[in-house]
């Protein structure tokens, strides 16, 4: 039998006004187990909490239940006193008399026989209460981060000013991402790559940072503090050793391929950077379109590199790497529009995306700078913009707003009254949304000043007369018909989650949501963090965002990692899942509705009957389980229970409530 | 020997159920079961084997054997004295009366069941004679005849369109001594009638066994490969032994709330795992096989090895029931090896 | 009713600006004019309209509207809009247009009494034969 | 019947014989007439023990778990509902696919023996065949020879799986799936919801009391196919073992509630009630609201997939006041 | 066990995530909104660690009602523990009341932290209902 103390607290009248102490202590000396009852006045002050300390020397207690104030106000308080008298923390249990009892109840009859109630109930948990631990679990100080754009980079740069190791990893030949294919930047118009690139050249330079290019995370172990990540370095086919980055290879390169980096709007060669400001500034050979690769013969480059830095037999390799935290921070792919035949994209060549316009304002893209009609090389003087391509589009599209998409616009129609004078933009538009700093002024501007007219209507049909385009739709707000005659058509194509992003989810134990964007633990409160402990969100990988927000959420999940790797080790929550191996089918029910990945199959071997044989259960990872529980229920046999709301707990409460 | 218009019956069951609690079997949804007659219930008069047996009314599947309460000064309540309205079962089947000499062999041998005896006590059963056999019903095998029923109060025997009343105890007398009025004197034709029943209720018996020596062989046979084979098919529901007129194993549960609580008693079934389960979580009957071989060591060896008969009495339940044909029969026949007539 | 691109870019739209010295580009189409107006249920163009039609280019609708002598020029709207749009002055530019104009009148100045041909301010006549008919 | 028979046969004995199983499956002859219990076949020569004929109703698919059978390779016949019975074991992890070879036996429906005995009260059957849409009854020593139709379940009546799911081979030609089946599956339970609150009850609670607990539902039941059940535990003790309506009910709501969304609709578990309580009823109802309310699911089909209450979707509706 | 109708009140078993339904009942309690006594609050980490058997028991030793309360769905504090509780009560519940039970005997609702009215309100409804209803007869033991 256990030897249970219980504290009535008065909390001055607070509790003492409605409930009658003397009349609760002397039912709680006859609650079963319970061996020595008393009252305080403040049992949270230190003379309190002493009385409770001697309470337990004294009368040898076991088991302390405190009629109070909600746990959620004193839980740790007290936990800790009764940890100072020799008890395990878990082994105090809290009765909630006051916000559930003397503060909401009026009459002192009925609320004393309730707070009696609870406080038998806290009786007959505490009674069943374990001693439990946390355990300690060292970390690898050091981070991955996925993802080599601007996000990436600006996590990588702040987790490596904090003293951290890191790894960045890009899949493609270049950091920089699609950052590096802006032109300038809303709502002050600096060019993107003047401040992109010193960051690019920063995360190079930085002795904590490790650049891991043309790679991918291909499999990924462990739980927070403790993760081993597989990385598959694909073959680049040039030695990084011995590359100087002279670039005569590129130029001597005889095969030509749509460059991905400039929207195929130029070429590049199949040995390639993606942009000349490409950091590493080394080539790589595109195995699919290189004409070695693909007909044996050309070995151009070998024979023109100077360092013979070119090796056509190079195979991937893998790396493997133990982690304490990692930051996902994959990006975006841009909506396919092979849905959207009535804009006329890929049929006309002056329907293009507006990424595709972000390149031709851009100095370095393939008109050098010069705002060009793709069909005719001539300035565009009419230019119409459709806002919302792939976007709130239940239908077809997504069903989301891509966000960023008014405000880019805005800077093109800007930028094109700045280009080509006397040009003028027309907005088609469903909302015009600017909610961000100096975000509304900006779009004012395009209007004001910059010759933008802006449309209240979806653009329904995009078609060619001579060389010029018609554009068709109503003016929502005049109730007009607007068919107007312009030179070009720029479509504000809606941001999609990465193709692969459900792989990398599964690698990671992350769950992306109906559009694989992923998933943040809590909307409000834990954007950063994933359920996931130990790994978390930056950028547009987890929903659409510009530019200023995707840096802030960088640094942001920065901290969190710092903070993360600033401990030597981990306390584990106790009160987590626990599997009864002599209970557990195997069937992992509790697998699937287990939010945090935390549990996984484990083989045991027993003896049945005269053999020893194998099977499978399930295993809790107690660095991953966070203790919500859905797990018990899901299992039949009970074989998983939650510690520290065992179902003999919860059971003996309901009982002693019935009672 | 007495005797009543099957047009009567309900009259005299009235008239019974007037001095004490009266069960009579009935059907309800397909189910035959004794329950508490009432004017417009209709006795089932045909069906042989009621679902649940008669012996729950001295065994009840679940009882309350004491009530405790510590809260102010120990106070405990005993169930068992109290245990025992008086009761007339009516229309018991021979098998089943049989079935309660096996009972009382077990709860009112040393010690006494004091609640189990004040039930047998207050309890006057009406047993009816069998016509004709089931397919499943094998009673004569172990020597029983089903038209007689030896343990009961009084015997009933359809006759056709009479029901005749034979006495067989004082409590039987006493019974039908009450009914004067209603019912009549037998002729010594209704004698004839009787005993030409009788002798018909033993014709057409399709299933026996031979149990001879069945009890010797197993003495020797607790290791054998047998139950090995025989357990494989037993899929541990309880079936059998909750409608076997002779099972009586039991469980005591404790429904405890603290400063109060009651002590029950319910039956229990050794084909499941935690009857044997021991507190430290050992089972000494690890798995079917040894559950299975327990329940048929019990009733052919143990029993009769320590009662002298052994513990069935052929009345079929467990064949037309077991969801996985694994029945007695089917032991005895292959512990015995000389099947009689199928 | 149809907007085009000659529509939107036609020189109409920036007489209107320049007489009004409104830009009417400026309106976010938030309607806070016509929900002011006391006497916009005479109208047939609301005020906010007024804008977006002359953004549009859609001048030739507001020429022919009756919202046009409908406003009282009160001031009402002016005081409340975000955008600082003095849209009286929009309007009052758009009765300038038709004004300006030769032709066009409703009245001719022999249908006015003599009273009222000799003491009215010219400019009062004008707007006079441009506004009413007989 | 006697080809189908001698079909099984064939088929075990190859395969033990090749050795590519060490045990089979199937169904074999007792001594009554209604009796067809499973079939632990071992050796060549037992495998005329084998036969299909009206009775052979058990769901085999339970002994397949490891308290019943060590065998590494077992070969096994099953029925439609039967196979269904086989991804529900693979889909709960308490069966390898690799263990078992699977012979698909397409079914027309089983005899209800319950039926027959009441067709030819206090007469002696003898034996029960069947010869096409013919049951031949071996009675007071003449044949007999009624529509099978009439005799047939009440679950197979309803059956909509009537050909194996998963079979390794299928060892005759598929059946036709019967007409209206679809209509009938939630017939019953349309019925019910248009009582009144009280006269559900009443009808539940009259047929709840007649259970004696024997657990024969839950024990054949191939979804409840826990190691230790939860009714069965002492530490907590989940289900008081006292048979009264609180936790016969509890019970039974637990049960229909551990097999919400895994229940493939064998029906077994009404077929052997000893006290012939209509358990399917409430699995079904258990299917109809889950469909209704999360999207059709069918168990028992694809053993890869998450049963419905082992996932979600943000946009669920409730069944209760979500304001 | 006889029971007063008239003066019978009923015996409530709420079982309350610890993230909202919880801290919403405590916030009713500090902003003192008042509501009938018949309440008792089990407090469980979130409304997916209650087993529909824990619904059952309470029912089977005498309560009157049981109220499942939980985070509005996509606040769950772990996430996605209450679309489970979604589904698994909707689909209990609803075999509840095709088995008789007053469906109002047993409920689920979504309180969130910051609704303390909401909880007051709740529980003011919750104990109205019940009451009409008379005590629970069809699940208890009979002890």
Redesign the interface.
Known sequence: MKRIGVFICWCGSNIAATVDIDKTIAAAKQMPGVVFADHNKYTCSELGQDMVKNAIKEHQLDRVVIGACSPRMHENTFRKTVEAAGLNPYYMEIANIREQCSWVHKDKETATGKAISLVRTAVAKAARNEALFSTEMPIERRALVIGGGIAGIQAALDIAETGFEVDLLEKEPSIGGRMAQLDKTFPTLDCSACILTPKMVDVAQHEKIRLITYSEVEKVEGYVGNFTVTIRNKARSVDMEKCTGCGDCMNKCPQKVSSEFEMGLAERRAIYTPFPQAVPNKPAIDRATCRWFTQEKCRVCEKICPTGAIDYDQVDEFITQRYGAIVVATGFDTHKLDKYGEYAYGKHPDVITSLEMERLFNASGPTGGKLLRPSNGKPPKNVAFIQCVGSRDKAKGNPYCAKICCMYTAKHAILLNEKVPGSKSFVFYIDVRTPGKDYEEFYNRAYEQHNATYIKGNVSKVFPDGDQLVVRSVDALSGALVELVVDMVVLATSVDARSDAKDLAQKLSITTNAHKFFNEAHPKLRPVETQTAGIFLAGVCQGPKDIPETVAQASAAAVKVASLLSKESLKSNPTIAEVDQKRCSGDMSCMAVCPYGAISEKIIEERRGRETVTRKIAEVNTALCQGCGACTVACRPGAINLKGFTNEQILAEVDAICL | MKKIAKSQLSKMLSMLSAEAKLYVPVA????V?FAPWQEDVEVDLTTINV??PPKKFFFP??E?VLRYDI?DELEIEDFACKAGDKTILFGVRPCDVSSFAMMDKVYLGDPVDIAYRQRRENTTVIAMGCK?PD??CFCTSFDLEPGKAPGADVLATDTGEEIVLSAQTTKGEELLTQLNGLIQEATSGDENKVKDAQEQAKE?Y??SVNVQGVMEKLDGMFEDFYWDRLH??C?????C???CPTCHCF?M?E?S????G?R?R????CM???FT?MGH?HNPRP??KERVRQRFMHKLNYFPHQHGDYACVGCGRC?R?C????DI??VIQEIGGAAGG? | MKITTEKINSNLVRDVEEVSGQKVSACFQCGKCTGGCPVVWAMDIFPHQVLRYAQMGLIDELLHSKTLWICASCQTCDSRCPREVDIPKVIEALRLIIMREKGGNYLHPNDLPARVRENAPQQGLVSAFRKYAK | MKECSEKMRKVASDALQKQEVTAVLGWRKKDFWWQSPVAFIESVDDVDQLVWDPFTVFNPVKYLLEDYDCHDKVGIFVKGCDSRGINRLIQDKRLDRDRVVVYGVPCEGKADADKIRASFASKKIKKVTIDGDSLIIDVDGKEERVAAEEYLLDKCLTCRYPNPVVSDKLIWEEVPVRKGVNEARFARIDNMEKKELEERFSYWSRQMDRCIRCFACRNTCPACNCRVCIFDQAEPRWLGKANDMGDTLNYHIIRAFHVAGRCFECGECERICPAGIPLQELNRKLIKDLDEFFGEYEAGLDPEDNPPLGTYRGEDPAGFDES | MSVNLESHEPLIVAFCCNWCSYAGADLAGTSRMSYPTNVRIVRVPCSSRVNPSFIIRAFQRGADGVLIAGCHPGDCHYHSGNYYTRRRFTVLKRMLEYMGIEPERFQVRWISGSEGAKFAGVMNEITQEIKALGPNRKLRDVR
């Open positions: 309800s949804d397909g189910v079961n679902f649940v599947q679940t309350a809260s004709s397919e499943t057409g399709t299933t494989k098919r899929i541990a529901c309880g079936t032994t909750f409608v469980d549960q429904y709330t603290g400063s109060r009651e029950i319910c039956w229990d079934s499941y795992s935690d389960l979580g798995t079917q064949v029931k969801p996985v044909n694994l029969l089917e199928m």
